[in-house]
C-alpha cells in the first residue's frame, strides 16, 4: 500500500513565525502535491512538484512556497504565518505516468496561525 | 475549464436507507471522475473512479457511481447505508493525463440510527 506520512497532525503557531509543513512519500512517486482544505471549499492546490526540485503554482500559491530536494520528501513553507492561513493541509503523492490520475492522500496537518 | 458541483453540503439517511450524494461536473475534454472519502480525522482515500470503459463503477464499502455523459453527472449510490459510511465524500474531476484534480466542495453524509 501507498503510504503518505505527514509529519504533524495539529500544529499551533504565532503570527509571523515561519512554518515548515513535512511530507514523505514510500512509493517512489514522482509526483507530489499540497493542498489547502476549508468547509464549504474542498479542497484547494497550493503547489504541485512533478520532480526533484521542480514545482509547479496551483490554484492558491500566495503565502507559501515549497521544497523538494528528494524525491520521496515535500515540504510546504508559509514564510511569515497569518491567521487566514488557518487550515486543514493535505498532501499528496501520484504514481508516474499517472494517466489516470490516482492521487493518495496523507491524514493531513490542521494548523492553527494564532 | 473543470468544475465540479456537490448538490447538498449536508444529506442525513436512516440506517439501511438508500444513499445518493450528487456530483455535476463540467469539462471540456472526456473527463477522469473520481470520489473519495474522508473519515473524522483522516486524509483522503479513493472510492472508485471512472476513467473509460464501463459506466457504471464499483468501489470499496458497497458504493458504486455512474458516469453519465448526457447529464454530466457522476453520483454516488449504495443501496443501504452503514453507521460506519458517515464522513465527508468529495467528488473530484481531472482531464485524461492532467495532473490537476479538480474537486468539488465536499457532502457531509450523517447516518441515523
Known amino acids: 500500500d501507498v503510504k503518505v506520512t505527514q509529519s504533524s497532525r495539529y500544529l499551533v503557531k504565532r503570527t509571523g513565525e515561519k512554518v515548515f509543513l513535512e511530507c514523505v512519500q514510500d512509493m517512489d512517486h514522482e509526483n507530489m502535491f499540497w493542498y489547502r482544505q476549508d468547509p464549504g471549499l474542498g479542497l484547494r492546490l497550493i503547489y504541485f512538484s512533478y520532480d526533484v526540485k521542480m514545482k509547479e503554482k496551483g490554484d492558491i500559491p500566495e503565502g507559501y512556497s515549497v521544497s523538494r530536494e528528494k524525491k520521496e520528501r515535500f515540504s510546504l513553507i508559509l514564510e511569515s504565518a497569518s491567521t487566514n492561513q488557518t487550515s486543514m493541509y493535505l498532501c499528496a503523492s501520484r504514481a508516474p505516468g499517472g494517466s489516470k490520475n490516482i492521487q493518495y492522500f496523507g491524514a493531513g496537518t490542521r494548523l492553527s496561525v494564532l | 475549464a473543470q468544475s465540479v458541483t456537490q448538490l447538498g453540503s449536508h444529506v442525513s439517511v436512516s440506517e439501511g436507507a438508500l444513499v445518493l450524494l450528487r456530483c455535476n461536473y463540467s469539462?471540456?475534454?472526456?473527463?477522469?471522475l473520481f470520489w473519495y472519502v474522508q473519515y473524522p480525522n483522516q486524509g483522503l482515500q479513493l472510492l472508485l473512479k471512472y476513467t473509460t470503459g464501463a459506466t457504471l463503477v464499483k468501489g470499496i464499502n458497497g458504493f458504486e457511481a455512474e458516469f453519465k455523459k448526457s447529464e454530466t453527472s457522476f453520483h454516488l449510490t449504495k443501496p443501504s447505508a452503514h453507521m460506519s459510511d458517515a464522513a465527508e465524500y468529495f467528488c473530484?474531476?481531472?482531464?485524461?493525463?492532467?495532473?490537476?484534480?479538480?474537486f468539488g466542495s465536499g457532502t457531509r453524509l450523517l447516518v441515523r440510527p
Open positions: 469539462s471540456s475534454v472526456p473527463p477522469y
Open positions: 473530484a474531476v481531472s482531464g485524461a493525463f492532467s495532473y490537476k484534480l479538480i
